[in-house]
């Protein structure tokens, strides 16, 4: 187990940018793969990136390609989320999660969890 604890939300204007972080504890956080999803009011959770355990190879859907980057430090046991050129629908609670399965992008696939830090685009 690993606990995780999001940092780096708030007010942002359409068109901005914000740089989520997500620091680690109390587990072995190289081993997990790491994902951010995001859970927008009245809606369910929105798969954003994963990121293998050694950060080679980051994985997108598609809403977060080009302007989302998801990157991690694991000699500070710390991810990371950079997100350009958000949009209005990018307002949400975004969480980071961190889970065994490579390349997982449903939340069942993780198994460890933030208590969300939340993003509002507006203007």
């Known amino acids: 187990q690993v606990q995780l604890v999001e940092s780096g939300g708030g007010l942002v204007q359409p068109g901005g940018s914000l740089k989520l972080s997500c620091a680690a504890s109390g587990g072995t956080f190289d081993r997990y793969n790491m994902a951010w999803f995001r859970r927008a009011p009245g809606k369910d959770y929105e798969f954003i990136a994963t990121?293998?355990?050694?950060?080679?190879?980051?994985v997108y859907a598609e809403s977060a390609k080009g302007r989302f980057t998801i990157s991690r430090d694991n000699a500070k046991n710390t991810g990371n989320l950079q997100m350009n050129d958000l949009e209005p629908e990018g307002t949400a609670v975004y969480y980071c999660?961190?889970?065994?399965?490579?390349?997982?992008?449903?939340?069942?696939?993780?198994?460890?969890w933030g208590e969300g830090n939340k993003v509002t685009v507006s203007s």
């Open positions: 990121i293998s355990e050694s950060g080679a190879t980051p």
């Open positions: 999660a961190a889970g065994r399965i490579q390349f997982g992008n449903v939340t069942e696939e993780y198994e460890n």
